[in-house]
């Protein structure tokens, strides 16, 4: 996952690629199951996201990340041997893993995650190196930082490592289930899920005190996913966080969005069912924690009647203190729709989802889950919080009133598809091979299949607004989705908002020009 936290931010191998006259044995020589194994390794890591630029090649060096102190591309780590890591050995491999150092001594900055890696076996990371010396070399030259003084010298991390790297392969609890460390393994080592979900210090390292309590990522909330019953994953059951891993969605747990969204596709949606079925383990296994991250005005809401409510199922969208992110999911405080004399566009918003528009994601129909109270209570709250003055008109009645008149395409009425904004990219992709490839779509396959959606779709459509596609392509699948058996009304919802989101996700966030 591509982010940018922390006051140490880098790149995982940027710089000290030595020359060698001869690099060490050729991936060919590799065992073809070990080779496979280190690619299941490597997608457990997300070593993709970071290293592959969007539109780019394998591994060749990823696309900038900005930081508070520059901004630093992560560098290519083929095997070619002038600009990758082709000359690198396995206990050079091994030492960048485990603790954070590169060929020639120099430290590597900790936005690679060797805090979480240095828990890796050293079978494991084998298996990796083999993987990624399997991938074709490419001559890419590293594009370096633009740290300022001290931030760029290397040695001012000795420190660093000191106070906050706690070297170490993972040890089994022996206590745990061989499920929950096998879960453990993967959280707290190649997967790193603490790099995002864990508050950091001034220092830019985790606060592990507070370890998956939640943090911010690229002006995302990254959730609580301790057992905290208020807060964090503990109301779930493993069989729904499972499948919010793996497939981006859980009824009534709401659909993947940013950053989380791409790891989903790149990473957790690779993985075997019986992994999956182990991190849910260990996760509602991790003792109960607060959110470790809160602000604004939510910090501060006590009891206030539908504080929770927004914090369940709008803060990780719309943020904590109402901002949203820039570009991609609208601010709520100062919202002029939000302030207006009546409540009836927020509670309409909320029952019937909203299509993309203004380069804005689609929002699903979240207050089809909720109780007529729940939608009321949490449309008060937003109309004043965050400085929004408008009165808390609100209640139950008016909801229940709203709710019989709202049918959208993401609520539908039980023999079709509801008003959807169509346009030309529906018109193109009904003379495509799209129509065919939307039919294909099952829950287990709808990552892939959309990736290679929206990569021919782009191409009948080159010029097309994302919210063109995203709606258009929604449009399209919409009528796919009202006639699959044995659906019920709420399950062909769940299904074309998670569509609608993940091809929005995409789009944005997931190398929409690449199908995989």
Known sequence: MRHTRGLWLGVALAGGLALQAAAPARADQADPALI???????????????????????????????????????????????TGIGSWSDDDFYRAMHEGTGKRGENLYPVFPYPWFTKVTRDDAMAIKAYIFSVPPVNAPDKGNTFPFPF?????????????????????????????????????G???????????????????????????????????????????IGGWSIDELASFLKNG??????????????????????????????????????????DAVQGGAVADTGDKPGAQVYLSNCASCHQLNGKGVDGQIPALAGNGAVMAQGPQDVIRAM??????????GP??????????????????????EWGNTAPAQADGGMVGGLRAKTIT??????????????????????KSQVPTMLKGISDANM??????IVAQTKTLAPKAATDDLVNGLTAAYCPVVADTPNLNNDQRRWRLQRFAQLVYGRLTTGKPDQAD
Request: proline letters at 7%; glycine letters at 14%.
């Open 36 to 82: 496979a194994r280190g690619k299941y390794l490597a997608d457990a890591g997300d070593c993709v996201a970071c290293h592959t630029a969007s539109g780019g090649k394998p591994f060749a060096g990823g696309d900038i990340m900005n930081t508070p102190f520059g901004g630093i591309y992560p560098p290519n780590i083929t095997p070619d041997v002038k």
């Open 152 to 188: 760029n010298i290397r040695t001012s991390l000795d420190g660093w490592k000191l106070l906050f790297l706690h070297e170490g392969t993972f040890k089994p609890d022996p206590k745990a289930s061989d499920e929950v460390n096998r879960g453990a393994y993967l959280v707290e």
């Open 190 to 232: 190649l997967g790193h899920c603490g790099e995002c979900h864990t508050k950091l210090n001034p220092a830019g390292a985790p606060e592990l005190s507070k370890s998956l309590a939640g943090g911010q990522v690229d002006g995302w909330f990254a959730p609580n996913i301790t057992s905290d019953v208020r807060d964090g």
């Open 249 to 290: 969605e859980a009824k009534g747990h709401g659909v993947v969005l940013g950053p989380m969204a791409q790891v989903v596709h790149d990473s957790l949606s690779q993985l075997n069912d019986a992994d999956i079925h182990a991190i849910a383990a260990y996760l509602k296994s991790v003792p109960s924690k607060p």
């Open 351 to 360: 029952l019937g989802g909203l299509s993309a528009k203004g380069g804005y």
């Open 363 to 384: 929002m699903p129909a979240i207050g089809a889950d909720l109780t007529d109270q729940q939608v009321a209570d949490v449309t008060n709250y937003v109309r004043t």
């Open 409 to 430: 395409a993401f609520v539908g009425n039980g023999t079709g598809c509801g008003p959807l904004p169509g346009n030309d990219v529906t018109s193109d992709v009904a």
């Open 447 to 452: 990552l892939s299949q959309i990736a290679q």
